[in-house]
Structures are given as structure tokens and as C-alpha cells.
T-cell receptor, first 114, second 112 residues
Framework: EPEVTQTPSHQVTQMGQEVILRCVPI?????FYWYRQILGQKVEFLVS????????KSEIFDDQFSVERPDGSNFTLKIRSTKLEDSAMYFC????????????FGPGTRLTVT | AQTVTQSQPEMSVQEAETVTLSCTYD???????LFWYKQPPSRQMILVIR??????QNATENRFSVNFQKAAKSFSLKISDSQLGDAAMYFC?????????FGQGTRLTINP
């Protein structure tokens, strides 16, 4: 069964460093998402991406964040200058069409900022 | 904007018994879907059940069923014959055109 994959599974970085989280969505999917979950809290929407552009973003997704689909398969989330409060689990998800039932989630990348 | 309230931070149930997790939501969208996701300790998000808001019939998936009350904006999850593997965080999440909006979650413990 097709699945969304994410790398790395765990990333440790120092405050102020740039990180890139990578996702490979399911191949025929058109809609892509990033969510994050701070430990012990709910899952929060960050950004949605369709047709090579951001379709919606949350207040969390400020100028420090960017997304890209560089090669038609990968979908990346970049944090330019990490802060301690960026420590969280980051989930990528994909969906095949707008009227589809389900967003398929990847296993997540745990980001620890020290 | 959508808001989601899961009023039970923790629930516990005896193995083989039935438990109901509550969820209320608010949305301005006329067309939407509703989902329950399960998150075990591995933190993987696993879809449990979905409901289309335009359907009056409540969704059922094996031991999992929902009670969807559209006018009351209520979407509860019933787990029958609870099993040890059901222990997890459960999140209610409505979805409009695209993004999912998650509740705070209910931690479900199964007592053997």
C-alpha cells in the first residue's frame, strides 16, 4: 500500500540553525500539508500546498518557514533559524484531490532544538 | 474559523466494554468532513473513521461507530468491545476544503 515517508525520523539541531525536513508524498497525490505537534499538545496545521504554491498557511507559518516541491516527488519544510519553541513533531500529509476523504500522514519527524 | 472541543482529557474503560469519546465543533463551512484519528505512543496518526457531513447515516467501521448530530455540531466516537490495542490518544478533526483542525485529544486507557 502506498505511504507517505518522512526523513529524518529525528533531527537534533542548535538554536539559530537552519533545518530542512523532507517528505515524499504518495505519487499521484496533488495536495500537500505540514502539521506540527508540540509534545503533549494537539496537532496544528502549518501550511497547505497545491499546484506549486501555498494555498493556505496558519499564523504559526511565519517568515522563518518555507515549503518547496523541488523535484516533483519531495516536499520539504525549511525552518531558517530554529528557536527552542520549534521543538515538535512535524507531520507531512498528502491527499489525492480536494473532494477526497482522507489525508494520508507520514510517520513524522521529531525536531529537537537545543 | 473552525474550533474543536474534546471535553474529556482522559477516559478509561475495562477491556471488552464500550466507551464513548465526545467532540463538539464549530464551523462556518457548509460542506465538510469529520474524522477521528488515533495516535498510539509511536505518535503515528492513524485514521479511525470518517463521516461526510451531508450524510445523515452514522459511519461505522467494525468496532468503531460515530454519533453525528449535525445541528448540535456533535461528533462522538463509540468503541465497542474495547481491546488493549485501542489504548491511545484520540483526536477529533473536522475538515473543510483542505486543512484538518484538531481537538486537544482524549487519552484512552484500557484496563485489563
Amino acid at each position: 500500500e502506498p505511504e507517505v515517508t518522512q526523513t529524518p525520523s529525528h533531527q537534533v539541531t542548535q538554536m539559530g540553525q537552519e533545518v530542512i525536513l523532507r517528505c515524499v508524498p504518495i505519487s499521484n497525490h496533488l495536495y500537500f500539508y505540514w502539521y506540527r505537534q508540540i509534545l503533549g499538545q494537539k496537532v496544528e496545521f502549518l501550511v497547505s500546498f497545491y499546484n506549486n504554491e501555498i494555498s493556505e498557511k496558519s499564523e504559526i507559518f511565519d517568515d522563518q518557514f518555507s515549503v518547496e516541491r523541488p523535484d516533483g516527488s519531495n516536499f520539504t519544510l525549511k525552518i531558517r533559524s530554529t528557536k527552542l519553541e520549534d521543538s515538535a513533531m512535524y507531520f507531512c500529509a498528502s491527499m489525492d484531490r480536494e473532494a477526497s476523504y482522507e489525508q494520508y500522514f507520514g510517520p513524522g519527524t521529531r525536531l529537537t532544538v537545543t | 474559523a473552525q474550533t474543536v472541543t474534546q471535553s474529556q482529557p482522559e477516559m478509561s474503560v475495562q477491556e471488552a466494554e464500550t466507551v464513548t469519546l465526545s467532540c463538539t465543533y464549530d464551523t462556518s463551512e457548509s460542506d465538510y468532513y469529520l474524522f477521528w484519528y488515533k495516535q498510539p505512543p509511536s505518535r503515528q496518526m492513524i485514521l479511525v473513521i470518517r463521516q461526510e457531513a451531508y450524510k445523515q447515516q452514522n459511519a461505522t467501521e467494525n468496532r468503531f461507530s460515530v454519533n453525528f448530530q449535525k445541528a448540535a455540531k456533535s461528533f462522538s466516537l463509540k468503541i465497542s468491545d474495547s481491546q488493549l490495542g485501542d489504548a491511545a490518544m484520540y483526536f477529533c478533526a473536522p475538515r473543510g476544503a483542505q486543512k484538518l483542525v484538531f481537538g486537544q485529544g482524549t487519552r484512552l486507557t484500557i484496563n485489563p
